[in-house]
């Protein structure tokens, strides 16, 4: 019996070094409406969505009031980094090699149609490319599973049949809230005991370590 497998990669800090950038874009937005929050802490929630995010640093219990303020604010000045955008070592040789070894290939994003557009432009492997996800498909964003179901979606996948990649401990437990195992790189800044311990299968440097490494990979050979 065929089965449908699915690789399903996120993208942000996993295939574009982009984690920082938004880390810098959240503080400032932050510190325009008088959040003013170290940047390292900014850096550990970056992977969630801005619900999440703003929940995580600021605490529920907040006046909301600001939050579609300081969320558009860092869409504008995260904004001004996309001209700077460029793909983590053996990002886009990841993703042909995948679909070169039967593996349909989904780009798990959270990101507006219009960023997911210079997103792409930047990583330039759209033939390896099987389907995409937007903002426009979750309501919840990570940690929370909804985005590595959509993404499952997309492929017509079944968990048991699909690995997904990541760099924080966010999408490590959002496919694990999917039944998804997750293979983790560290390019996003958590380190290995931290993606392990969120319970990644198996970690790598980034992409190109994962590349080199694909035979004993997860990602080695799609289920048949």
């Given at each position: 019996?065929?089965?449908?497998?699915?690789?399903?990669?996120?993208?942000?800090?996993?295939?574009?070094?982009?984690?920082?950038?938004?880390?810098?874009?959240?503080?400032?937005?932050?510190?325009?409406?008088?959040?003013?929050?170290?940047?390292?802490?900014?850096?550990?929630?970056?992977?969630?969505?801005?619900?999440?995010?703003?929940?995580?640093?600021?605490?529920?219990?907040?006046?909301?009031?600001?939050?579609?303020?300081?969320?558009?604010?860092?869409?504008?000045?995260?904004?001004?980094?996309?001209?700077?955008?460029?793909?983590?070592?053996?990002?886009?040789?990841?993703?042909?090699?995948?679909?070169?070894?039967?593996?349909?290939?989904?780009?798990?994003?959270?990101?507006?149609?219009?960023?997911?557009?210079?997103?792409?432009?930047?990583?330039?492997?759209?033939?390896?490319?099987?389907?995409?996800?937007?903002?426009?498909?979750?309501?919840?964003?990570?940690?929370?599973?909804?985005?590595?179901?959509?993404?499952?979606?997309?492929?017509?996948?079944?968990?048991?049949h699909a690995v997904f990649i990541g760099?924080?401990?966010?999408?490590?437990?959002?496919?694990?809230?999917?039944?998804?195992?997750?293979?983790?790189?560290?390019?996003?800044?958590?380190?290995?005991?931290?993606?392990?311990?969120?319970?990644?299968?198996?970690?790598?440097?980034?992409?190109?370590?994962?590349?080199?490494?694909?035979?004993?990979?997860?990602?080695?050979?799609?289920?048949?």
């Amino acid at each position: 019996m065929t089965t449908t497998a699915a690789a399903l990669f996120d993208v942000d800090g996993t295939l574009l070094d982009t984690t920082y950038f938004h880390a810098l874009a959240w503080w400032e937005a932050l510190r325009q409406y008088d959040r003013t929050l170290p940047v390292a802490r900014v850096h550990r929630a970056i992977g969630m969505g801005s619900d999440q995010l703003l929940d995580h640093l600021l605490g529920t219990e907040r006046d909301h009031g600001d939050d579609e303020g300081i969320t558009a604010a860092h869409a504008a000045l995260y904004a001004r980094f996309w001209p700077h955008i460029q793909p983590l070592p053996g990002a886009a040789d990841l993703l042909r090699a995948c679909a070169d070894r039967g593996w349909p290939v989904v780009l798990a994003s959270s990101a507006s149609e219009r960023e997911l557009a210079v997103l792409r432009r930047a990583l330039d492997a759209d033939e390896a490319i099987t389907a995409v996800t937007s903002a426009d498909d979750v309501e919840a964003t990570k940690p929370a599973p909804d985005l590595v179901r959509a993404a499952l979606d997309r492929a017509g996948a079944e968990p048991e049949h699909a690995v997904f990649i990541g760099d924080t401990v966010w999408d490590v437990i959002a496919a694990g809230r999917a039944r998804v195992p997750c293979v983790a790189v560290e390019s996003g800044g958590f380190d290995t005991r931290e993606l392990l311990g969120a319970g990644a299968a198996e970690v790598h440097r980034d992409t190109a370590e994962l590349l080199a490494d694909l035979d004993r990979s997860l990602l080695g050979r799609p289920p048949v």
